[in-house]
């Protein structure tokens, strides 16, 4: 008898307990939830804080990585999941980012960062230091692209600042002011072309966007780039911008830079489908990311033929003469996200 009161009372006991601890649950999922809330109200906006950040499709790494961001990046905060934040890219892409990599920011911050001048990194690939000697403590690894404030000048560097207000120093052979370096840009068929080339071997890396790895959209986003333009994140985005050029009867009005979209057209039952983009570069080659940034050709007699791509080759479109139109802006709108997308 008394073992039986004894298990009764243990029940008791556990069933109180299981309701405590139910309703401590549910009390901190309410209050995650609003404090969530009232941070996106507060610091809506924010900048990108490591040389590479990672974009996600859902609040998790477990989800696939759909893109990537450089220092000094803008982006605009959306939703918040626990250590997670759903957030909107200047060029108006929409992916979820752990809030470990970037410094969130509220409407005055950001304005007050955006009149801040600013260097670009413009290798492809180096270091920031803690002391004007580079063969002291590295900072961050640096990737073309990266933006830094410019505190002052310090010899052979420039001392800049993150985000988050760390100093360190770059290195002035491997930068330049961002407002000089964007007057300098030309674009047009052979420097874009030459510019391409120079990024042939890097590996293909589904998401990615930077030197360190590139998808098909990601390369020709990069290229353009670094021209001082930003085009929309996926190749079936890209497709709907730019001046379109007549492939019906051939590949006569091709220029060097175009881009080149590959595919399904559409039919009375689906769509069209892009799932691939290239970069013209002359006489029927082309520079695209498969396995790894290449050429390939659309001519049967080139050893470097492409066979399916050349099947399946069903949309062209120029970017030259097409900056400030929907989806193609210039750099110097880089922090204003929600313009022309």
């Excluded at 499709?57 to 939703?79: C, V, W």
């Excluded at 690939?125 to 002291?136: I, P, V």
């Excluded at 990737?143 to 360190?168: H, M």
């Excluded at 730019?242 to 039919?267: C, R």
Aim: a positive charge; hydrophobic letters at 35%.
């Amino acid at each position: 008898m008394q073992n039986k009161k004894n298990i009764g009372r243990i029940i008791r006991e556990a069933i109180i307990l299981f309701s405590v601890s139910v309703a401590l649950l549910f009390f901190a999922a309410c209050n995650r939830g609003t404090k969530g809330s009232e941070q996106i109200e507060k610091v809506s906006l924010g900048i990108i804080n490591v040389s590479v950040a990672n974009l996600y499709a859902g609040p998790d790494f477990s989800f696939e990585m759909t893109t990537q961001l450089l220092l000094g990046a803008p982006i605009r905060i959306l939703q918040y999941d626990r250590d997670w934040y759903q957030v909107k890219t200047t060029e108006g892409y929409i992916s979820w980012i752990p809030e470990d990599v970037f410094v969130k920011m509220d409407n005055n911050q950001f304005k007050q960062y955006q009149k801040e001048r600013k260097i670009i990194f413009t290798d492809d690939y180096g270091f920031a230091y803690e002391s004007t000697n580079s063969e002291k403590q590295r900072s961050s690894d640096l990737v073309f692209g990266c933006i830094l404030k410019w505190e002052a000048d310090a010899g052979n560097y420039y001392k800049v600042s993150y985000p988050d207000g760390r100093n360190t120093y770059v290195q002035k052979s491997h930068a330049d002011f961002l407002d000089h370096w964007l007057s300098t840009r030309q674009i047009n068929g052979d420097s874009l072309v030459k510019t391409a080339l120079t990024l042939k071997g890097i590996p293909y890396l589904w998401g990615g966007t930077s030197v360190k790895g590139m998808d098909c959209s990601g390369f020709s986003k990069t290229v353009y780039l670094k021209h001082g333009i930003i085009l929309l994140r996926d190749a079936s985005e890209q497709a709907t911008t730019g001046i379109p050029v007549d492939i019906s009867n051939g590949y006569g009005h091709l220029q060097a830079g175009d881009l080149m979209f590959f595919g399904e057209k559409a039919t009375k039952d689906k769509k069209e489908n892009i799932r691939h983009v290239a970069i013209y570069v002359g006489k029927k080659e082309f520079i695209h990311a498969i396995g790894y940034i290449h050429l390939s050709s659309l001519d049967p007699k080139s050893p470097i033929y492409d066979k399916n791509n050349t099947r399946e080759f069903i949309r062209a479109a120029r970017i030259v003469g097409a900056v400030g139109t929907k989806g193609i802006k210039s750099m110097s709108d880089y922090y204003t996200i929600d313009k022309n997308n």
